[in-house]
């Protein structure tokens, strides 16, 4: 069974970081790419970063380049985001799901499996 598991979100002032983890189960990692996203009430979910299954192909959204950093660990099968310089409009339920494109995209509409989401709150 796939299995995606968020973790490390919370409530952080503004200017403060997070580090978001995804252990992923069920299939082989190298295999697909892992991508975050993000929902915020009202809005549409929306590509964060994702990262490919070797870890060498990293892409970003323009409103967090510079910011948050990806990163994966395939001896623990687990996807991280570094959340760095945090802002109030970064706050959401951050979701991570997994894709068959193996250098990764951010398109939703490209991924299978999800998350449960984890909730990042920043507070001004």
């Known amino acids: 069974e796939v299995q995606l598991v968020e973790s490390g979100g919370g409530l952080v002032q503004a200017g403060g970081s997070l580090r978001l983890s995804c252990a992923a189960s069920?299939?082989?990692?190298?295999?697909?790419?892992i991508g975050w996203f993000r929902q915020a009430p009202g809005k549409k979910r929306e590509g964060v970063s994702c990262?490919?299954?070797?870890?060498?192909?990293?892409h970003y959204t323009d409103s967090v380049k510079g910011r948050f950093t990806i990163s994966s660990d395939n001896a623990k099968n687990t996807v991280y985001l570094q959340m760095n310089s945090l802002k109030p409009e970064d706050t959401a339920v951050y979701y991570c799901a997994r894709t068959s494109v193996r250098l990764g995209v951010l398109n939703p509409y490209e991924y299978d499996y999800w998350g449960q989401g984890t909730q990042v709150t920043v507070s001004s």
């Open positions: 069920g299939f082989t990692f190298r295999d697909y790419a």
């Open positions: 990262i490919s299954g070797s870890g060498g192909t990293t």
